[in-house]
């Protein structure tokens, strides 16, 4: 069975980091396209935040998350994180990290992924 386990996520100031952990059990990351990001703040769509590709590593970004936040991924712990710097009160909301087991479109497309976390909420306030 396929899990996807998100962590890491907590209050914290504006200015301040966090990173977040999603531990894929039931496959390995060797066997994914790639693995994202999306993020869904109260009263909003959930919309992608990051994105890296397993066969080189690609990654892509949200405009909001360029300059502050970097994937990266740790193949022997099944593991891709999600490290947060920077972060503004506008990063609040519940983080969910996805697998796209065979390319499914778009990267920032919610219908490309075939698995779910069940997410980490993050807030950021003063």
């Known amino acids: 069975q396929v899990q996807l386990v998100e962590s890491g996520g907590d209050l914290v100031q504006p200015g301040g980091s966090l990173r977040l952990s999603c531990v894929a059990s039931g496959f390995t990351t060797l066997d994914y396209y790639a693995i994202a990001w999306f993020r869904q703040a109260p009263g909003k769509e959930r919309e992608g935040v990051s994105w890296i590709r397993h066969s080189d590593g690609s990654t892509a970004y949200a405009d909001s998350a360029k300059g502050r936040f970097t994937i990266f991924r740790d193949s022997a712990k099944s593991t891709v994180y999600l490290q947060m710097d920077g972060l503004k009160v506008e990063d609040t909301g519940v983080y969910y990290c996805?697998?796209?087991?065979?390319?499914?479109?778009?990267?920032?497309?919610?219908?490309?992924?075939?698995?779910w976390g069940q997410g980490t909420q993050v807030t950021v306030s003063s």
């Open positions: 996805a697998a796209d087991l065979g390319y499914g479109g778009y990267w920032y497309n919610r219908g490309a992924y075939d698995y």
